[in-house]
């Protein structure tokens, strides 16, 4: 299925194409636009010339943090993501042979695919990654990417409801990616309600 993130049909090709690619945008969607985020790595690609975990990962820091700097920047803060994308293509290159899809793929020291809830478990380990932007991904996979692993919308938990348009698993279009919106500032209001 065709990913419909950003708005902008080169990047959407990118991240549908390439998990790596789908992994850095999820990575980066914190603190700026989920289009923004999202298109990030077409930016990193048309300004390295390339996109892969190995190049990323070897790339001098401050060559790649220049890229990230680059006007229009790839986010808001170009240092610090600069330097965790790449921690992300180090681990992406070492422990999972440049595939970013064997992450959820790799099957287990049992031989088994792995499930819903060991996915859960590898993404969280992934640098850059907590329990919430793991869970989100997760649902994401699972919603539009094809992902059939057992268990994984229960992994998922909320983000894993089918239509319940609170994270960027849910944007397909431009009306969905409203109801997201919608969704997310009414949580925000909630919680500076509880807050205050």
């Known amino acids: 299925m065709a990913l419909n993130i950003t708005g902008d049909a080169p990047a959407d090709a990118l991240l549908t194409d390439d998990p790596f690619a789908l992994l850095v945008g999820m990575l980066l969607d914190q603190q700026v636009p989920m289009e923004t985020a999202f298109a990030g790595p077409a930016k990193i690609r048309e300004r390295m010339g390339s996109f892969d975990a190995e190049t990323i990962a070897s790339v001098a820091p401050e060559a790649l943090a220049a890229v990230f700097k680059e006007s229009p920047a790839v986010h ?101 990616l409203a109801k997201v919106r919608e969704a997310k500032k009414a949580a925000k209001a909630k919680s500076n309600a509880a807050k205050g």
């Open 76 to 176: 808001r803060f170009p240092g610090s993501m600069a330097a965790r994308v790449q921690a992300l293509a180090a681990e992406v290159r070492d422990e999972w042979g440049g595939r970013a899809d064997a992450i959820w793929t790799r099957p287990g020291l049992d031989g088994l695919a792995p499930d819903g809830a060991e996915i859960l478990r590898r993404l969280q380990e992934l640098p850059g990654f907590g329990e919430q932007k793991a869970t989100i991904f997760l649902a994401l996979l699972g919603k539009q990417c094809g992902l059939e692993a057992d268990g994984w919308r229960e992994a998922a938990g909320d983000y894993g409801v089918q239509g319940s348009y609170r994270s960027v698993a849910d944007i397909v279009d431009a009306d969905s």
